[in-house]
């Protein structure tokens, strides 16, 4: 199954949670999920049971469109998170933290996740002074990330970088506002991932 391409804000409506997929506009409060916090539909109002499957299956959509990977790539990380030991769903999130877009991302080069991504396709990032434009690229701990030259002037980088005034910088990346570089100075626990996402339902979904 292909990523999706489809009206984001629909997706939060349908799954019930914010997924950090429209940035300045949520942060704004002008989110389609706060004007209208139910299911999109003639019978979106409806309340509607979901058996334990639904339930899983959901758990499993939100982290897909919360870090933008494909079916293909999510079934991937998740074979590889089951082979290490330690808890399966807390590696996989971990996983998914270390893509190249979510990095940039998080670092506040991007309001969201999407554009994060669209930038790294489109050769605005380096990667220890070497150009990356693969947004599932793993970033290692100790790795420099930073905007090249000709990039540090994007206002849309420039506006990213401000709201962080705002949202605050995560723990695990090392950020300098100024010449648009960052440290992944760690692996976070999963403790510190604020994410709408139950794994453990994710991990049954995948061992039926």
């Known amino acids: 199954m292909a990523r999706y391409r489809g009206p ?47 339930l899983q299956l959901q758990e499993k959509q939100k982290a897909k469109f919360m870090y933008g990977t494909s079916e293909k790539q999510f079934r991937a990380l998740y074979k590889e998170a089951n082979r290490k030991e330690g808890n399966t769903g807390a590696i996989l ?41 693969i947004p599932s690229f793993r970033v290692k701990p100790g790795q420099k990330i930073e905007i090249r030259e000709k990039s540090k002037a994007n206002p849309q980088i420039l506006r990213a970088i401000e709201l962080t005034n705002q949202t605050g910088m995560v723990e695990w990346v090392d950020v300098d506002k100024e010449k648009l570089f960052g440290i992944f100075s760690r692996i976070p626990e999963r403790e ?11 991990v049954e979904l995948y061992s039926k």
Do not use: C, W
């Open 8 to 54: 984001v804000e629909r997706l939060e409506r349908r799954l019930g949670v914010d997924l950090g997929l429209k940035g300045e506009r949520r942060l704004a409060g002008k989110s389609a999920l706060e004007k209208r916090p139910y299911a999109p539909g003639q019978h979106g109002q409806r309340r509607t049971k979901i058996s334990e499957y639904g």
């Open 93 to 133: 999130i971990q996983l998914l933290e270390q893509r190249l877009d979510n990095v940039v991302y998080r670092m506040g080069f991007a309001t969201t996740r999407a554009s994060a991504r669209q930038f790294v396709n489109h050769g605005h990032v380096l990667v220890d002074g070497k150009r990356v434009d």
């Open 192 to 202: 510190e991932i604020a994410i709408p996402v139950e794994e453990r339902l994710i």
